[in-house]
């Protein structure tokens, strides 16, 4: 079966620091994957998509990058973080399964 | 991809049927539409989609208007358990393309006892 791993669950970073998010796919090749921010009680907003190694798609203009450097895997990077980078933070992929988007369990970044 | 409008909260009595609302007038012919829920601070899981047929499964049934431009996700029994937030999507799956969407702010359904 299909699984999609994310971690950390939580992370506190200093403004300024570095990020690195990561969310490995199982059970499945070739998925389109997706990351996604969620500020506090608002829906989700679109970061990148990825159809394949090496390809992005980038959304909205910020302060963030993505790679897919492996089939599965997908990263969410900055080098320095903002105040407004804080929020909720979900992987997510599709598939030929026509279930749509299966997301991961997020991360909840806060930058201080 | 079209966008849908969801109003922003619903409460339900613990036992009944919750009917939850979703317009997307703008929607294209290859579109589904598609329903996921999200738990506080959890990922969303989907829970049904359709393209034009009504649909049921074990946790919910869509209601798709004839002409496709609204749809009613309905919880026969809502339990506490159900207390969330339902967002409706639109969008296209193709194997070769990214479908991507955009969640808009969904509906906060709260489920009294």
């Known amino acids: 079966s299909q699984t999609i791993h994310q971690w950390p669950a939580t992370l506190v970073q200093p403004v300024g620091s570095p990020l690195s998010l990561e969310c490995t796919v199982e059970g499945t090749s070739n998925p389109n994957l997706y990351w996604y921010r969620q500020a506090a009680g608002r829906g989700l907003q679109l970061l990148f998509y990825s159809v394949g190694i090496g390809q992005i798609s980038s959304e909205v203009p910020q302060n963030l990058s993505a790679s897919r450097p492996q089939d599965r895997q997908f990263i969410l990077s900055s080098k320095k973080l903002l105040l407004s980078d804080s929020g909720f933070y979900l992987c997510?992929?599709?598939?030929?399964?026509?279930?749509?988007?299966?997301f991961g369990s997020g991360t909840r970044l806060t930058v201080v | 991809d079209a966008k849908t409008t969801q109003p922003p909260s619903m409460d339900c009595a613990e036992g009944r049927a919750a009917n939850l609302p979703c317009n997307h007038s703008t929607i294209s012919g290859n579109e589904y539409v598609y329903w996921y829920r999200q738990i506080h601070s959890q990922g969303p899981q989907y829970i049904i989609h359709?393209?034009?047929n009504n649909e049921t499964n074990e946790m919910a049934s869509l209601i798709i208007t004839e002409d496709r431009k609204s749809s009613t996700l309905i919880l026969p029994h809502a339990t506490l358990r159900d207390t969330a937030v339902y967002y409706c999507?639109?969008?296209?799956?193709?194997?070769?393309?990214?479908?991507?969407?955009?969640f808009g702010d969904g509906t906060t359904l709260t489920v009294k006892p």
């Open positions: 359709g393209l034009k």
């Open positions: 997510a992929w599709t598939g030929s399964g026509k279930n749509g988007y299966t």
């Open positions: 999507i639109v969008m296209v799956l193709v194997l070769t393309n990214a479908g991507k969407s955009t």
